[in-house]
């Protein structure tokens, strides 16, 4: 009777055990090493913002945690940016920033871009500057594309002219005769606030 006992107990004992009592239950969460994937380490990430931007007001980065779950950090920033630079998110930022200075630089040279009988036209930073004598009767913009309309008095027979700067905010510049004006367009690269103001030996266009 009492090794009948034993028989019964050894089989119970011997369904309930696990084939490798060194792995988990099914029912139990565990992260193995073997399943972790291996990701590329940051180098450099960059984001182009659209040409109406102005301040940046703060940066959200969401990851993941050793643990599998995702959260979120912001930082505030408040700060006035160049639509023309890329953000960009490094752990590695020396190269990166000098490159970055060497595209503003490039970008902001100060150039003349196009001439004609009666002006000459500089670019500079955000800033068109028209070297004329000529009178401007009126300034305005368009869009699609954005451009800045100048008309300057004058009676002349000027033929048609296009300039299409490199590497410039200001894109292209058409110039074409009317009856007692020239008309200046002035194409942009993006959308800006523009003022026109009078200078001693011209005018200045200023974009914002």
């Excluded at 984001?47 to 109406?52: I, N």
């Excluded at 002349?156 to 074409?176: Q, V």
């Excluded at 606030?193 to 914002?208: A, C, M, P, S």
Aim: glycine residues 2%.
């Amino acid at each position: 009777m009492f090794s009948k006992i034993l028989l019964v107990a050894f089989v119970c004992m011997t369904l309930s055990a696990r084939e490798n009592p060194f792995m988990p239950a099914k029912s139990e969460n565990f992260i193995s090493s073997n399943q972790m994937v291996v990701q590329k380490p940051l180098r450099r990430a960059t984001m182009k913002l659209p040409s109406d931007a102005r301040v940046l007001q703060s940066v959200t980065v969401k990851y993941k945690k050793l643990d599998g779950s995702v959260a979120t950090q912001t930082i505030e920033l408040q700060n006035s940016i160049d639509w023309h630079l890329p953000l960009f998110i490094s752990q590695s930022y020396l190269k990166e920033e000098s490159s970055l200075v060497e595209e503003e630089q490039k970008l902001y040279k100060k150039r003349k871009i196009a001439q004609i009988r009666y002006a000459t036209f500089y670019s500079y930073n955000k800033t068109l500057k028209v070297v004329t004598k000529d009178k401007l009767l009126r300034s305005f913009t368009l869009v699609n594309p954005h451009r800045v309309v100048l008309d300057f008095s004058r009676v002349s027979h000027l033929k048609s002219y296009t300039a299409t700067p490199k590497e410039s905010i200001f894109t292209k510049i058409r110039i074409g005769n009317h009856k007692d004006y020239y008309r200046v367009v002035v194409e942009l690269d993006g959308y800006y606030k523009v003022k026109t103001e009078k200078i001693d030996d011209g005018y200045i266009v200023k974009l914002r």
